[in-house]
Structure formats: structure tokens, C-alpha cells
């Protein structure tokens, strides 16, 4: 697997579960101020994800999108659920997929009306790309509930906005209708992702919709006939193929470069960077300083490997006791600390590797802990350092 998860994002509870039904062993996350996630693995340990339920609308999508970039660092960002089809060609069931996301409400109002200030954010032509080869294929249609009924995949724009439209001739209607007539569906989280994905690096971001409604009237009708339900199966079974092919090229190397990621995750070894831990200080971060900078280790932090991996497993105990680290976690990564403290005393030749092999199984267990994957990094990089 890529060391790097697949943040999705879902704004109903049947969305969260249509998700949810397709990870193996989840296990919760709960981020410092509340939010809770669920991390777990798609099947055959292709992918690792992180799923969290966002709530509806724009606003809520973006302040908890980005807090989930900044907790894991994820390689991309899906959002993935049900909305209205706006044009005639899409059925009931099918998969929008969004090249384009616009905020529609955005406009000024003026004596002789409403004029529009259009504001749309692109799908980044790597993600579109990899959509668009995994709908051309269709391999991803033998994993759909029911194979005998076959969704078709769309590539278009998507408008969202702050209501659910359930009309073709309100003013919402007329709005959409004028102003972003290319739009294939209208739904009201998308703007919202896309804009937290866009101010961290420009983070991939894909907004996936299976169609439950035409938004015409209708949609007291569809619900009835749980579209709801059959349409975000359909999204959510192309979500988990999209992140699956995400996760082969990351770890491949194929992917986007890990710079373009933004969050808590260490950079890769041999990367220069400042932490803040416990009290210390960072005292230069900065793109350009001018004068003279003197820089040198922290006389606080341990400088022998034997007292950097007793450090390092008094703060893993530590973190499990504030509930920040689950039993099974703490259980494997204690596990991997007695290899490496065996290694460590160990005379053979081979000691080294075996070493940096416990502690790097040990990095992949605990990253998604910041200040434990910071520390950690130190204790790596004086592993690489033995004689």
C-alpha cells in the first residue's frame, strides 16, 4: 500500500455506509476537537482509507476537508454521494464525475437584477485522467451490487450550491439554467472540497455523484423507490476503484510528488524541516532569510539509539493512554520496538537491517500521529547511521 491514505468524504449517513460496507477493519480515528474518522483498508490491502461523515453543505464540507487534509496528509481527496441529474441524458443510477465544480449562489444583486460572479474550481488533470481510464475500462462494474444493471459514467460539471433543488422552473432553476447551463448534476458539498483542495497545494480532489433524482419535482418519487440507495452504491463502487489506482500509482511512484501533499505527515527521509515538540521552539522557518542563520541539533533530544527507542516507546505508551492510539496499533507497534531493541543488542552482521526494518513496519503503523511520526523520523535516521 501507498504510505499515504485516501481521504473520503460523505455528506448523508447512507453515503457513510455505502463507504463503509467496503473497508476491512475500521477503526476509529477521533481528531483533537472531535471529528471522528474511520481508517481502514479496501480489499486485498490495495488502499488505505480515511472516512468521515461532513454533514450538508459547502461550508461544513470545507472547514472538515480541510482539517482532514491537515490530519493525513492524504494522496488525493474524494467526495463521494448522491445528487440531481440537470441534464436529460443521465439516468437514474448513472455516475457524474466532476471535471468542473462552481459555486453557483455567488453573484451581485443590482437595480436591473441578479448578475452572476462565476466561481468554478478544475478537477486536476491527473485525477481526470485516471477517472476517465477507469471508466473507459469497466472493470471497476464487477464489483457494483447488482453487475446485471450497469451504470453508465459521465464527465461534466457539477454545480453546488446551499439548497436541494427539486424543481425545473424556481428561480434556483432558472439561475442554474442560465449561468452554468454545462452542469450535469447539482449538489451542495462539491464547491466546498474543491476549494479546500485548491488552497492545500492543490491537493487532487474528485467529486464523485451517483444520480438519485432529476431534480424536477420528482424527487418525493425517487427516494420512495430508494434511488438514493442504488445510485451512491454505484458512486461508491467507482470511489473505491478510483482510490485504489491512486494508491498503486503513489506507491509506485507514479503519482503526484509527495511536496504536494500538506499536513502532519514527516517528509520523506533526507527532507530538511523545522518541528515544534513538547516546548521547544521552532526558531527559522522561512522561504528566504536574509543575515547569517546558525542552526544545530536540540541538546534535549538523544543523541544514543538505545535511549532515542526507550524515549520513543514511553511517548507510545503515552499516546495510548490519551486515547490516541488504539489497542491493536499500540499492541503491533510495541511489537515492532522489541524487534528492533533485539536487533540493536544483537552482534550478527545483519543486525542493522533488521533494525531499520522493525523501526520503518513501525512508521507505517503509527503515521498518522504527527509528533510520534516526527520522532520517530530522529530515531530512523540514527538507526541509518550505525557502523
Known amino acids: 500500500m501507498s504510505d499515504r491514505p485516501i481521504v473520503i468524504l460523505t455528506a448523508l449517513d ?36 480515511a472516512l468521515a461523515h461532513v454533514g450538508t453543505g459547502n461550508q461544513s464540507a470545507a472547514v472538515l476537508a480541510e482539517r482532514a487534509i491537515a490530519e493525513f496528509a492524504p494522496a488525493a481527496l474524494l467526495f463521494v454521494g448522491v445528487a440531481g441529474a440537470l441534464q436529460s441524458h443521465i439516468a437514474l443510477g448513472d455516475v457524474v464525475v466532476a471535471t468542473r465544480v462552481y459555486a453557483y449562489h455567488g453573484g451581485t444583486s443590482e437595480d436591473d437584477g441578479l448578475k452572476s460572479r462565476p466561481r468554478g474550481w478544475d478537477t486536476s488533470h491527473a485525477a481526470d485522467q485516471l477517472a476517465r481510464h477507469i471508466g473507459r475500462i469497466g472493470a471497476w462494474t464487477r464489483d457494483l451490487p447488482d453487475p446485471g444493471h450497469v451504470p453508465q459514467v459521465h464527465f461534466g460539471a457539477i454545480a453546488a450550491g446551499e439548497v436541494v433543488l427539486n424543481s425545473k422552473v424556481s428561480g434556483h432553476a432558472r439561475w442554474i439554467q442560465q449561468n452554468y447551463n454545462d452542469a450535469f448534476a447539482v449538489e451542495m458539498e462539491g464547491a466546498g472540497v474543491a476549494q479546500a483542495g485548491h488552497l492545500n497545494g492543490a491537493l487532487p480532489v474528485v467529486v464523485i455523484r ?14 420512495r423507490e430508494r434511488w438514493q440507495q442504488r445510485a451512491v452504491a454505484n458512486a461508491a463502487t467507482f470511489a473505491a476503484a478510483l482510490a485504489e489506482e491512486i494508491a498503486a500509482e503513489d506507491r509506485d511512484g507514479g503519482w503526484l510528488p509527495k511536496a504536494a501533499a500538506r499536513g502532519t505527515r514527516m517528509p520523506e527521509q533526507g527532507t530538511t524541516y523545522n518541528i515544534a515538540r513538547d516546548n521547544a521552539q521552532v526558531g527559522v522557518q522561512a522561504g528566504v532569510v536574509h543575515g547569517g542563520v546558525r542552526f544545530g541539533p536540540d541538546p534535549r533530544q538523544p543523541v544514543d539509539l538505545e535511549q532515542a527507542l526507550a524515549a520513543f516507546r514511553a511517548r507510545l505508551e503515552r499516546t495510548r493512554a490519551d486515547g490516541r492510539l488504539d489497542e491493536d496499533t499500540y499492541a503491533a507497534a510495541e511489537a515492532e520496538l522489541t524487534v528492533a531493541d533485539e536487533a540493536l543488542r544483537s552482534k550478527a552482521p545483519e543486525r542493522k537491517s533488521r533494525l531499520t526494518l522493525a523501526l520503518k513496519k513501525l512508521r507505517g503503523l503509527i503515521s498518522d500521529v504527527g509528533e510520534l511520526a516526527a520522532e520517530l523520523a530522529a530515531v530512523i535516521a540514527l538507526a541509518q547511521a550505525l557502523s
Open 14 to 49: 447512507l453515503e457513510y455506509q455505502a463507504i463503509r460496507r467496503k473497508l476491512l477493519d475500521p477503526e476509529l480515528h477521533r481528531h483533537q476537537q472531535g471529528t471522528r474518522f474511520e481508517v481502514g483498508r479496501l480489499n486485498g490491502d490495495r488502499c488505505r482509507l
Open 210 to 223: 451517483g444520480i438519485s433524482d432529476r431534480a424536477d419535482g420528482t424527487k418525493e418519487v425517487t427516494d
